[in-house]
């Protein structure tokens, strides 16, 4: 059974920090490199970070230096740590997985031609105002 539930969203001032945290099912988990996508009002749902099963990491420019992801495989779970938080940065956050294009050493290159599976769960809302 697929199974993504997230946590940890919130009210944070500008300059803030949040950790987000998303469980995953074994069967997820185990088999595929995970993502923190994210919702703003009227906008498409955007990949900001990913990482594989071995730990490469990739993040959209937007986020990057701000954000960190990581996952920890005994826990079955995978983390974002948001610093620095703006405005722009308020959405709902998901985690899915993300197909792989290339990995080579810290770095994943993300791909779009294996989309994440078809099971969002109701995400985390993560709202920056003053």
């Known amino acids: 059974q697929v199974q993504l539930v997230e946590s940890g969203g919130g009210l944070v001032k500008p300059g803030g920090s949040l950790r987000l945290s998303c469980e995953a099912s074994?069967?997820?988990?185990?088999?595929?490199?995970m993502g923190w996508y994210r919702q703003a009002p009227g906008q498409q749902r955007e990949l900001v970070a990913a990482?594989?099963?071995?730990?490469?990491?990739n993040y959209a420019d937007s986020v990057k230096g701000r954000f960190t992801i990581s996952r920890d495989n005994a826990k079955n779970t995978v983390y974002l740590q948001m610093n620095s938080l703006k405005p722009e940065d308020t959405a709902v956050y998901y985690c899915?997985?993300?197909?792989?294009?290339?990995?080579?050493?810290?770095?994943?290159?993300?791909?779009?031609?294996?989309?994440?599976?078809?099971?969002w769960s109701q995400g985390t809302q993560v709202t920056v105002s003053s």
């Open positions: 990482i594989t099963i071995g730990g490469s990491t």
């Open positions: 899915n997985t993300v197909g792989v294009l290339h990995e080579e050493g810290p770095i994943m290159v993300p791909t779009t031609e294996v989309p994440p599976l078809d099971s």
């Open positions: 074994v069967s997820i988990f185990s088999n595929y490199a």
